[in-house]
């Protein structure tokens, strides 16, 4: 159920990049589900519909340059399908690539914290959800 009036973000704490977006996202006025990935399990199914939602695959939420990735699974190992890219976020949910913010139906990575703000203000600027998903979403 897609909740307008709650901004969902799944981070990891443990990283300078997850408690920057936490601290930015506590910011705004809209009620906050902060799910740090690194006390709470995130099921495959969820991690599968936020990708999609992305409009990636699940080993695109992989961070697969991320120091503890390379030193478990090395630098070559490039050809994962997705059952195994599930397997690493489950074991190893610090290798997610940028902290992930749902408002609403729209779904976005953030690279940054401040991407954060220009993400809250193109939702409040008064697009329509349908219109300013794809435009959102593209917004890198």
Known sequence: MKDDRQIT????????????T????????KKLLAIDIAK???????WAEMADNLGITV????DMDHPDFVALYGRDKR????????KILDKNPIVLAYPIVING?????????S???????????G????????????SD
Do not use: R
């Not at 080993?59 to 992989?62: P, T």
């Not at 050809?79 to 599930?86: A, I």
């Not at 991407?115 to 600027?125: G, Q, T």
């Open 22 to 29: 936490y601290a930015y996202v506590t910011t705004s006025e």
């Open 127 to 138: 697009i329509q959800s349908g219109e300013g998903a794809a435009g959102i979403k593209e």
């Open 105 to 113: 139906g729209s779904y976005k990575m953030i690279k940054t914290p």
């Open 59 to 62: 080993c695109e939420l992989i």
């Open 40 to 46: 709470n399990k995130v099921t495959g199914t969820q």
């Open 9 to 20: 973000l799944y981070y990891h704490s443990g990283t300078s990049l997850g408690k920057q």
């Open 115 to 125: 991407e954060f703000v220009n993400y809250l203000s193109a939702d409040s600027s």
């Open 79 to 86: 050809d994962l399908d997705w059952e195994d890219c599930l």
